[in-house]
């Protein structure tokens, strides 16, 4: 009989497996690896003001919305910072650095707003936030996944080949009429989405790592375009896998495995070549 908290990592890492499968190929095009650095930045400032917000209103179910709106309006002014002519790499290095610092000063806010409330378990919320807790999720937060996992999924898919387009060739697109911008902010919404939809499973650290490495192992080993989604997604959704089946024996957090099995799936793929 397996136990239920494994049928639900397992489900929640079905959905994972899809949704990062098909955007790390994406991210990897367009040249987005950074911009999941500026997600961290974004998730873990968006969850301190979330917890000092939840803690001044009594209502610490906050934490995932501000999260959210803040990683989304993040992502914006990057995207924002590239249609005024900065590079990827330019926009997201000058806003993670201005959110970098509004988290330390979040932190100081949060300690002092924590001083005058009763117990609030911050280094347990930092630590989930950080590393995941995939086998601590609920049916709720199982059902929220799914749901709002499945709406990326299809927006995903109804402009995927948008995405590809303004991924090789942004200036053609708008050549032939097409919206690159539109398109532009749109797929960095979806990042963005995605990572705070996620970020309770899979945790901040590992995100970096699972957004990138699939897509470009799949680049390593294939050229044709089919074959790279799908080698993609087959990656992912075998270390999502396995990750869980290891953690459940070894009590080694699966997020933490799953980075590790991706570096060393990636560096014999390096090495080989």
Not at 141 to 146: I, K, R
Not at 184 to 206: A, D, K, N, R
Not at 217 to 240: G, H, K, N, P
């Amino acid at each position: 009989m397996i136990p239920e908290f494994i049928l639900r990592a397992i489900l929640a890492s079905i959905t994972i497996s899809v949704l990062l499968g098909l955007l790390s190929p994406l991210i990897n095009m367009k040249g987005l690896a950074f911009l999941t650095h500026a997600l961290f930045h974004a998730l873990l400032f968006g969850a301190v003001l979330g917890m000092i917000l939840g803690l001044v209103l009594n209502n610490l179910s906050l934490v995932m919305v501000v999260a959210t709106l803040v990683t989304v309006l993040i992502v914006l002014i990057i995207a924002e910072l590239e249609r005024f002519g900065f590079s990827p790499d330019s926009a997201v290095g000058i806003v993670a650095s201005f959110v970098a610092g509004l988290t330390v000063l979040g932190f100081g806010v949060l300690y002092k707003v924590m001083a005058g409330r009763p117990y609030f378990p911050l280094t347990e919320n930092v630590v989930s936030y950080l590393t995941g807790e995939l086998f601590l999720l609920t049916k709720e937060n199982l059902l929220t996944l799914t749901v709002f996992g499945f709406v990326i999924l299809l927006v995903l898919i109804l402009f995927y080949r948008d995405f590809l387009y303004i991924s090789f060739d942004m200036e053609g697109v708008e050549s032939y009429g097409g919206n690159s911008r539109f398109y532009l902010v749109l797929l960095y919404v979806l990042v963005g989405l995605m990572g705070s939809l996620i970020v309770q499973s899979v945790g901040l650290v590992t995100l970096q790592v699972v957004a990138v490495l699939p897509g470009a192992i799949a680049l390593m080993v294939s050229e044709d375009l089919r074959q790279i989604v799908l080698t993609s997604l087959l990656v992912t959704l075998t270390v999502q896998l396995s990750s869980v089946v290891i953690a459940y024996f070894t009590s080694i957090p699966p997020s933490g495995i799953a980075t590790i099995i991706l570096g060393a799936l990636y560096g014999a793929l390096l090495i080989r070549k």
